[in-house]
């Protein structure tokens, strides 16, 4: 990156793990105390959320702070982080029997993901912060969307399986 956007990198980078380390501390002390539906939700939630409110900010505001840009992606970092956990749980709690095959293919779908956004998107994003934004939000939106289907298509079970 000769046009100096790499030497802020790490005006990104630093928020975004912070806020991944805080979400794994959050995650952790309340697996088990709620319902992991609501993990999701409420994680998603804030994710959702701290995205449109970004958008918000740059359609109001020819200049958005920095250090304001900055807290707030540490709080959708904690967010994404306290809904990952139970989303990776529930994805193996789909597939009981296979549950080694069905860790390796997420971790193949979160590369592929990974990849396309740091390969694709952020080169074409990272030039302008309103431009990140709305690819946060884009990509909320579309965590939020298959989590909402998910939910609708793989409803709970009512009862033990019958095997016949």
Partial sequence: MNDGIGRYYWHLFLPV?????????????????????????I???????????????????????????QA??????IG????????????????PAARGTAASAQSFVALLVT????????????????WVAYASLAFAALASLCWYLSRRWHKPVAGPAVAS
């Fill in 72 to 77: 707030l992606l540490v709080v959708a970092a």
């Fill in 17 to 41: 793990i912070s806020g991944i380390l805080v979400g794994a501390v959050i995650s952790n002390r309340i697996a088990g105390r709620m319902e992991m539906v609501a993990q999701v939700r």
């Fill in 115 to 130: 990849a396309f956004t740091l390969g694709i998107v952020a080169p074409n994003v990272l030039s302008r912060l309103e």
């Fill in 80 to 95: 994404a982080q306290t809904a990952f956990p139970v989303l990776t749980l529930r994805m193996l709690d789909l597939f």
């Fill in 43 to 69: 994680g998603l939630g804030i994710t959702f959320g701290i995205a449109t409110l970004r958008v918000l900010l740059h359609l109001l505001f020819a200049d958005v702070p920095i250090p304001l840009q």
